[in-house]
């Protein structure tokens, strides 16, 4: 079997083609490195040699970018699974650029659904994202929930969603969804503007700087180690008779900021406080999801719980 994986050589990517890898299977790369690495392909390879892996001929890289068709028809060439993973993730750049948050996430992933049709791909996995369920209060999140997005990330992730949907029922292509909750882990980039909030605390931390919340620090998110959402992608591929389905991949707890800023004080043994800004447009307040669907029918079950995930990120930084 061969796998595409879109945005591969991003953070969450590459850790589902060194997984893929690991397990013997041919692997495909996708990505115009944008946001994507080749740090990372290097990182992953060091680590399968490092175990003996000899994985070369089981990997391809394709530099080129989901909104060109004829390179996403090229990439799918020989192609049995898809895992989507390519995409422009911030909120605060979907609402400081939605023209091209859309292009990528909902023109892109309509090239790889079409393209995945036309090559009779097998299954599609599509990556989507906590945030379109927006700040509605009820908790936990379910995934027969009415999407409140309050983004243009959000809508774009949606859109993206609802193209699975009507692939599978108009075309017959097999899709699943899995809506990521903040996922966090070795490899997630710091320095960007558009960073997530546990990379950039790590690295403040580490500097003896004070890390930046936006807003109270009250807020709540459940955060998801990344290899949590690498079984959760391997489990989609496998799992059979998931007809389009969505699923919520998470841990299903809930931590507030300042808890995360004390947890890595305590890792690092250090006492850096925090420094306090107005909440960013497009934040949700409180985010935890129902995971009972995905363990039931995915078999999925979170192996890595915050604390440990925090260690292990912290320790690759």
Same mark, same amino acid.
């Given at each position: ?59 391809? =890289? ?9 390179? =996403? ?30 292009? =990528? ?205 925090? =260690? ?6």
């Amino acid at each position: 079997m061969r796998y595409l994986v879109t945005g591969g050589a991003g953070f969450i990517g590459s850790h589902i083609v060194e997984e893929l890898l690991r397990r013997n299977k041919k692997a495909r790369i996708l990505d115009n490195f944008s946001t994507g690495r080749r740090e990372n392909i290097a990182c992953f390879l060091e680590n399968l040699a490092n175990h003996q892996l000899p994985v070369t001929n089981n990997l391809e =890289v394709i530099e080129g970018d989901i909104r060109n068709f004829d390179i =996403v028809r090229k990439a799918m060439k020989g192609i049995d699974y898809v895992l989507h993973q390519a995409a422009l993730v911030s909120v605060a750049r979907s609402i400081k650029d939605p023209i091209t948050v859309n292009e =990528v996430n909902v023109g892109g992933t309509l090239n790889i659904l079409k393209a995945a049709r036309d090559a009779k791909v097998k299954r599609v996995v599509y990556a989507s994202s906590s945030s379109i369920y927006g700040n509605s209060e009820i908790l936990p999140k379910k995934e027969d929930m009415n999407p409140e997005p309050i983004s243009p990330y959000a809508v774009s992730k949606l859109s993206g969603e609802k193209y699975c949907q009507v692939f599978h029922k108009v075309y017959g292509l097999e899709t699943v969804i899995l809506r990521y909750f903040n996922v966090f882990g070795p490899r997630q980039d710091p320095n960007s503007q558009y960073s997530a909030a546990i990379p950039k605390f790590i690295s403040a931390i580490k500097k003896g700087k004070s890390p930046i919340i936006y807003g109270d620090g009250l807020q709540t998110r459940d955060f998801t180690y990344v290899s949590n959402v690498v079984e959760a992608n391997i489990l989609a591929i496998e799992t059979e008779d998931t007809g389009s389905e969505i699923f919520n991949i998470a841990c299903g707890k809930r931590y507030s900021l300042l808890s995360i800023i004390d947890r890595l004080n305590e890792i690092l043994g250090t006492s850096v406080k925090p420094t306090f800004k107005k909440p960013k447009p497009g934040d949700v307040k409180h985010s935890m999801a129902d995971i009972s669907k995905s363990m039931s029918k995915l078999k999925y079950s979170p192996r890595v719980e915050l604390l440990d995930g925090l =260690v292990k990120t912290v320790k690759w930084f």
